[in-house]
Each structure stands twice: as structure tokens, then as C-alpha cells.
């Protein structure tokens, strides 16, 4: 097997792995950038319609559109499309990869994870009944919609009102597939409202607050669903069961952050994400994360500036070595679902991502003993909120051993 050196590696072609691949190449670093896919640009390259952008380049962009920008500032750095990682060693950061270049073992100084998320699959959710053809995670039925010009079906239902499941339903109605309904098993929508208005009120898609799949029928070719109501638990009431005529199911449960290759590293034990500090960097010291393989974030301009802070921080971890700086843990407390990053750096600048557990009217984001945070209008899941913690505010959470962060309704 060839070994090759450089000072970076990066690990996926998303938004987070390009910005991160030009911020290390910018820093001097000699980088390269593996990417599976032929092509770079992530799940931004099948995201065709507009929203991307409006904080980085003040303009509406499309996904491909905010991709081709990042690929413009890549130069600098070295490119691997067709390329995919297999593992990385735990002990040191060296990586095997396969593919277009052949068999060839990765010498790196620094490794920049961001291999993005992969969607839950309908096997999450346990729904008994048939396996037959015409049930797709959204993803794969964007994929197929927007870059092959293929459609999935005619009489189509999709699972799960997360902004992928709203804007999967608009698309397949405005290339002429008949959407019966989007389905959602908690009592709010679980994407950004704006999504909601956009994707399905514009368009008279019916949206089912609290449903969900009980039944898969069909042989061969899915013939149709059994919808239920759910009790304040989520659990399906069967005697308001009723079947739905569907040819396609389109299921968008969720992502799950991907982290196959890297065993061995840390991570949240309520997302499966990567623990990483406000500086990216892992517990193991040579390994930065950014972008959804962290958590899943609503927006790619939040996951191109995480990727530049990660590939800035591991060409400076690559020149120096540095050990990792001091750092207090951050923990969930009541009231939140998502939190990123795990560890803050006493005395640095932080600003804090998390999503809420329920909608709040208004609520308070506090943080560490001293109550430091703020009030916040209007939480929803779908949205999430960020909060900055001045230096003196991190300098003096570093009294506490850990840290918990907590969403408190406020009436
Ligand atoms: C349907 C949809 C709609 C969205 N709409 C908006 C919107 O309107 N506005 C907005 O701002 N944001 C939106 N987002 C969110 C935003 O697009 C994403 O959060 C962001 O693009 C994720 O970037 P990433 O680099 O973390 O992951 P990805 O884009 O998933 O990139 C990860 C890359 O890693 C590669 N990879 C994985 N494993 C390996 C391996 N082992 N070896 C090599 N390569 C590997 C993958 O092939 C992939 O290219 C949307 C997302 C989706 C899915």
C-alpha cells in the first residue's frame, strides 16, 4: 500500500470539510480533502432550492450555488473525489482510503473529521408489515428527483415534518406526484416554520400532527400505508386507524451524525455525534470535527464557519502539536435535546448551539451556576438557538467542574 504525507487531512466534500480544507490550505498547511462521492458539495449539491446563504454572502443562494463558492476558495488545497476513507488508527492520524487513487494509506499531522450525516432509515421506527419497492429515505428521493430526473412514484406520503420531509413534499408536488399528506408523530412540526408555510400551506399539502405509520402493505410495489393518531406519549391509538392509497413513502426521520472510521472517538451520547471543543478539537488531540457529523444543523452557513475554525485550528495543531487546551464540559440540562460543542475553552469567546426539547412561548438559555445566558422568544425543536459567552463569562464558568446548560420556560 502507498503512504502519502501531508500536514490535514479532511474527511468529506460538504460545506464543512471544503471551508475547513481552505482554512487549513490558507494557513499554510499542506491539505488534502477526501471525498466519496465523484463530485464535491455534499447534500448541497441535490438542495436545488434557495436558502442557503443569507448570513455568509448576504444573498439567497441555492445549494449548489453556495457549493460552487466554497469550491472556489479550495485552492490551495489537494482534492480526492472518488475517495473513501475506511478508517483511521487510534493512535495516531493515519487514515486508509480507497478508491479512484487506489489502496493508500494517509499520513497526516492533523485530522479534520467531516463526513456530514446519514438519514434514519424506516427500520428505525419499527413499523411492522410488508418491505416492498417504493420506500425511500428523502434524501435518496431528492437525490433522484434533483440530479437524475427520475421520479419515485405517483401517490406519494411522507414521515417526518423536519425541514427535509417539508421541502421533499413541495418538490414532489411541483414535478406532478400527488402528496396525500406529510406525517408527523409529535403534536408540532418538526421543521422551521417558514418551511412549513412555504412547502406545504402554499401548495395544500395536509400536515397530520400527531400520526403516524402503523402498517406497510403492499407485495412488490408498496400499495398503501395504516395511519394512526398517537396518545400524548406517541403511542398509536388503533381504533383511529385508517388506510391511506400510496405507491411511495418517503420517510424523514432524521439524521444521524456519521461517524463510521473513527471508533475510537468520543462522542454525545444522545446525538452520536462527536465531542468536540469550542475549538473543534476532539479529546483525541489530533482530531477536529465539524459540521453535522457533530450534530445536525439547520443552516450551512453555521457548518461552513465551524469548518474554518476546525481546519484553521488543525493546521496550528499541525505545525505545533499543541496539547489540548484546558477545558470544562458542557452538559444537557433540563430542557435541551442538542447541545455543540461539549467543551469550552475558559477564557476563549464561545458561542453555544442547541435545540430545545419543546416549544416555549419564551424561555431562558442559562448556563453554569452563575446563570449566565439570555431570553429567548419563541423556541421551537426546529430551530436552533445560539448563545455567546463573553471570555470573563467562560473564564469564570471554569470555577465549576462541569457545566449544565438548561432551557427554563418563562411565563
Ligand atoms: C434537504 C435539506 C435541505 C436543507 N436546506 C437548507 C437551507 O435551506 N438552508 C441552509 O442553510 N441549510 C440547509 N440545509 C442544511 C445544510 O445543507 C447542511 O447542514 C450542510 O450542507 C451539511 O454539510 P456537511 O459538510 O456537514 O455534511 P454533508 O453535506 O453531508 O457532507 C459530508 C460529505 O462527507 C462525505 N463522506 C462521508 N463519509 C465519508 C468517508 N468515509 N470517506 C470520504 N467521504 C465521506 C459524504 O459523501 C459527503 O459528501 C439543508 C439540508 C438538507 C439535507
Redesign the pocket.
Known amino acids: 500500500m502507498r503512504t502519502h504525507r501531508v500536514d490535514v487531512l479532511v474527511?468529506?466534500?460538504?460545506?464543512?470539510?471544503?471551508a475547513a480544507a481552505a482554512s487549513a490550505a490558507r494557513e499554510g498547511a499542506k491539505t488534502l480533502l477526501?471525498?466519496?462521492?465523484s463530485r464535491?458539495?455534499?447534500?448541497?449539491d441535490?438542495?436545488i432550492?434557495?436558502?442557503?446563504?443569507?448570513h455568509r454572502y448576504r444573498e439567497e443562494l441555492t445549494?449548489p450555488e453556495?457549493a460552487h463558492r466554497l469550491r472556489e476558495d479550495l485552492r490551495g488545497a489537494d482534492v480526492w473525489t472518488g475517495?473513501?476513507?475506511?478508517e483511521v488508527e487510534p493512535g495516531r492520524p493515519r487514515a486508509r482510503?480507497v478508491g479512484a487513487a487506489g489502496l493508500v494509506e494517509i499520513a497526516a499531522k492533523a485530522v479534520v473529521w467531516?463526513?456530514?450525516?446519514r438519514e434514519r432509515p424506516l427500520g428505525a421506527l419499527r413499523v411492522p408489515g410488508t418491505r416492498p419497492a417504493g420506500i425511500f429515505v428523502?434524501?435518496l428521493a431528492?437525490r433522484l428527483v434533483n440530479i437524475h430526473g427520475l421520479l419515485p412514484g405517483r401517490r406519494a406520503l411522507v414521515v417526518g415534518s423536519g425541514?427535509?420531509g417539508l421541502?421533499?413534499a413541495r418538490r414532489l408536488h411541483l414535478e406532478g406526484v400527488e402528496v396525500t399528506g406529510v406525517v408527523e408523530i409529535r403534536p408540532y412540526p418538526g421543521g422551521l416554520l417558514r418551511n412549513v408555510v412555504q412547502c406545504l400551506d402554499d401548495f395544500g399539502i395536509p400536515l397530520l400532527l400527531s400520526h403516524t405509520v402503523v402498517e406497510v402493505h403492499g407485495r412488490g410495489r408498496l400499495s398503501g400505508v395504516t395511519l394512526a393518531e398517537v396518545d400524548g406519549s406517541g403511542i398509536p391509538r388503533p381504533e383511529t386507524g385508517r388506510f391511506v392509497e400510496v405507491d411511495t413513502l418517503i420517510i424523514s426521520v432524521g439524521?444521524v451524525p456519521?461517524v463510521?472510521?473513527i471508533p475510537f472517538a468520543p462522542r454525545d451520547p444522545a446525538t452520536g455525534g462527536l465531542a468536540a471543543s469550542t475549538r473543534l478539537q476532539t479529546p483525541v488531540p489530533w482530531l477536529f470535527a465539524?459540521?453535522?457529523?457533530l450534530a445536525?444543523?439547520?443552516?450551512?452557513?453555521t457548518?461552513a464557519t465551524l469548518?474554518e475554525r476546525a481546519g484553521t485550528a488543525a493546521a496550528r495543531y499541525a505545525r505545533r502539536g499543541l496539547s489540548p487546551a484546558p477545558t470544562v464540559a458542557l452538559g444537557r440540562g433540563p430542557g435541551v435535546a442538542v447541545l455543540v460543542p461539549s467543551f469550552l475553552v475558559p477564557g476563549e469567546e464561545v458561542t453555544l448551539y442547541l435545540r430545545a426539547s419543546l416549544p416555549l412561548a419564551q424561555a431562558r438559555v442559562t448556563v453554569g451556576p452563575d446563570g449566565f445566558g439570555r431570553v429567548v422568544r419563541g423556541v421551537r425543536p426546529a430551530e436552533m438557538i445560539e448563545v455567546r459567552l463573553s471570555p470573563e463569562e467562560t473564564k469564570a464558568l471554569a470555577r465549576s467542574r462541569n457545566v449544565t446548560v438548561e432551557v427554563t420556560t418563562l411565563r
Open positions: 474527511v468529506g466534500g460538504g460545506a464543512a470539510g471544503m477526501v471525498e466519496e462521492g464535491l458539495g455534499g447534500v448541497l441535490q438542495c432550492h434557495p436558502g442557503f446563504g443569507l445549494g453556495f475517495q473513501s476513507l475506511l482510503t467531516a463526513a456530514g450525516a428523502a434524501g431528492q425541514d427535509i421541502i421533499m439524521l456519521e463510521e472510521g465539524a459540521g453535522n457529523c445536525p444543523f439547520d443552516l450551512v452557513d457548518v469548518g
